[in-house]
Nanobody, 116 residues
Framework: QVQLVESGGGSVQAGGSLRLSCAAR????????MAWYRQAPGKQRELVALITSGGAITYADSVKGRFTIAGDNAKNTATLQMNSLKPEDTAVYYC??????????WGQGTQVIVSS
């Protein structure tokens, strides 16, 4: 069973930056996919950025050019660098990971608040 440990998040003014980190812990041999999702109040959870073990990356159109996802296969970690933050980026951000040979897992979520 995998456990996802998230760190980062917090409050920042518009135009600022934050960095989220996620580590997959447990009896796993590796992680095929790691991603960040977010959910704003009253809205559905949406994909923000995804990275595969092979290095393929996908971003939501709304964050392209502002957010950068990076992964470390050896450490089973993923980071999300968020720059030029906007108030509409305010949400709870969730780490997602799909390890090899086991079910995917979600982190507990970390709050990001961007004030105008």
């Amino acid at each position: 069973q995998v456990q996802l440990v998230e760190s980062g998040g917090g409050s920042v003014q518009a135009g600022g930056s934050l960095r989220l980190s996620c580590a997959a812990r447990g009896s796993i041999v590796g992680v095929h996919v790691m991603a960040w999702y977010r959910q704003a109040p009253g809205k559905q959870r949406e994909l923000v950025a995804l990275i595969t073990s092979g290095g393929a990356i996908t971003y939501a159109d709304s964050v392209k050019g502002r957010f950068t996802i990076a992964g470390d296969n050896a450490k089973n970690t993923a980071t999300l660098q968020m720059n030029s933050l906007k108030p509409e980026d305010t949400a709870v951000y969730y780490c997602f990971a799909h390890p090899y040979g086991t079910s995917p897992a979600w982190g507990q979520g970390t709050q990001v608040i961007v004030s105008s």
